[in-house]
């Protein structure tokens, strides 16, 4: 399925899947209702980007740019993998 991974002001990255039929703005049509992963626990402010490994299946990257720090995350076992803080 498609996914949309969105970053919040407290560091949550979360990712939803996305209707088979693509999003609409038409009453009664499937949305994006709910998410279907949490990444939490990673950054500590917000999360300024994120992008998708073009590579690696499942692999995230995720970046607080105002606590200077980068996460990879393996979204299928919903777990990071690595990081990397600058001081």
């Given at each position: 399925?498609?996914?949309?991974?969105?970053?919040?002001?407290?560091?949550?990255?979360?990712?939803w899947n996305l209707p088979?039929?693509?999003?609409?703005?038409?009453?009664?049509?499937?949305?994006?209702?709910?998410?279907?992963?949490?990444?939490?626990?990673?950054?500590?402010?917000?999360?300024?980007?994120?992008?998708?490994?073009?590579?690696?299946?499942?692999?995230?990257?995720?970046?607080?740019?105002?606590?200077?720090?980068?996460?990879?995350?393996d979204v299928a076992k919903?777990?990071?993998?690595?990081?990397?803080?600058?001081?």
């Open positions: 399925p498609e996914q949309l991974v969105t970053g919040q002001d407290t560091g949550v990255v979360m990712l088979a039929e693509g999003l609409s703005l038409k009453k009664g049509s499937a949305n994006v209702n709910r998410e279907t992963l949490r990444l939490g626990g990673g950054h500590r402010r917000r999360v300024t980007s994120m992008a998708f490994n073009s590579v690696a299946d499942n692999i995230l990257c995720t970046v607080s740019s105002l606590a200077n720090d980068l996460r990879i995350w919903g777990v990071q993998l690595q990081e990397q803080t600058e001081q």
